[in-house]
């Protein structure tokens, strides 16, 4: 199935780094998503993007809705410890199914 | 609100033999349901879709008669491995919303272990 392209694959960064990451499809989405996945458990909404151009912050974490609805990105401002874990961007269609980005897996030094 | 669970959180079984994973909205009814699947180091590929009291839509290359999938009631959906093979051996996760367009909400996952 589709994935949508994420980037950097990994990233490793010193405790209160900021990060970035981002996401690329080549499919228009209605709808973008981050979540974040702890090992062995599920995902977890993260953040909700529902509109072209949309800026959203959630605590430490701003995400942005892209203009051509074909690209996300998510922002972690002073990063910390327990940020350690991998980032999904996920999008949405009409339908209702989500197609996931490729990951990215955060490691955070102290 | 929006607890979603699974069950069992982790299942050994021999190669040939049938597994059921049960997944639970808790607080919630869902009347759309979904199963996806990952394997190591790669991300979540969904297998299929279950609404209540239908059919399930399977994506493209998911075996509907080996991956069984009931969603008899708005709180609960299973997924029922069939003949399972080494390779099935992976991480399952479901995730539940309200209706089909609203936010999903992630399980905590079933690790399956075929041997």
């Known amino acids: 199935g589709q994935q949508l392209n994420q980037s950097p694959q990994s990233m490793f960064i010193q405790e209160g780094e900021d990060v970035s990451m981002n996401c690329t499809s080549s499919s228009i989405f209605n709808t973008w998503l981050w979540y974040k996945q702890d090992p062995g458990e599920g995902p977890v909404l993260l953040i909700a993007?529902?509109?072209?151009?949309e800026l959203t912050s959630n605590g430490r974490l701003t995400a942005q809705f892209g203009i051509t609805r074909k690209d996300s990105f998510l922002n972690i401002s002073a990063s910390i410890p327990s940020d350690v874990g991998i980032y999904f961007c996920?999008?949405?269609?009409?339908?209702?199914?989500?197609?996931f980005g490729t990951g990215t897996r955060l490691q955070v030094t102290l | 609100g929006a607890v979603v669970s699974q069950h069992p959180s982790w299942v050994i079984c021999k190669s040939g033999t049938s597994v059921k994973i049960e997944c639970r909205s808790l607080?919630?009814?869902?009347?759309?349901m979904f199963w996806y699947r990952q394997f190591p180091k790669q991300s979540l590929m969904l297998m299929a879709t279950?609404?209540?009291?239908?059919?399930?839509?399977?994506e493209q290359g998911v075996e509907k008669d080996k991956f069984l999938i009931n969603h008899a009631s708005l709180t609960l959906s299973t997924l029922t491995v069939t003949s399972a093979h080494p390779e099935d051996s992976s991480f399952y996760i479901c995730s539940a919303s309200r209706t089909a367009q609203e936010t999903q909400y992630f399980g905590p996952g079933t690790r399956l272990l075929v041997l």
């Open positions: 279950s609404n209540e009291g239908s059919k399930a839509t399977y």
């Open positions: 993007l529902y509109k072209a151009g």
């Open positions: 607080d919630f009814q869902a009347t759309t």
């Open positions: 996920a999008g949405q269609g009409t339908a209702s199914k989500l197609t």
